[in-house]
């Protein structure tokens, strides 16, 4: 089952494992594509917005994916999910309307991408 808002998810991260989903930054619709191995692929990744009182607020980079080797039951992906720039770039342009970054993250943001775009 993918994970929604107010979950309680358990990555481990500086020693914790206990995270309250705060918000979901996702595609509209999940990848699809055959894969000779897997049959039919589903492809969902998301940047998930995750809090705790011990160690505050992080992003998880994550992803489900579903084949017809899973018999297209969602299974949580077990690495860093893959993107392809037009998915990420929609995944964080969500991920800021959602307001997961505060200011002076995406004011150091916008100052990288000046400096790359001269």
Known sequence: MVTTEKATVHPWYKGNHEWKVKGIAKLNEPIQYYDLNQGKVSYDPRILLL????????????????????????????????????????????????????????????????????
Do not use: H, M
């Open 51 to 118: 809090d705790s009182e011990k160690t505050g607020k992080v992003s998880w980079f994550a992803y489900w994916i579903s084949t017809d080797k899973t018999k297209g039951k969602l299974k949580w992906g077990q690495g860093p999910p893959v993107l392809e720039e037009d998915s990420l770039l929609y995944l964080l342009k969500e991920a800021i309307r959602q307001n997961f970054f505060d200011r002076d993250f995406l004011k150091e943001l916008v100052n990288e991408l000046n400096k790359a775009l001269k």
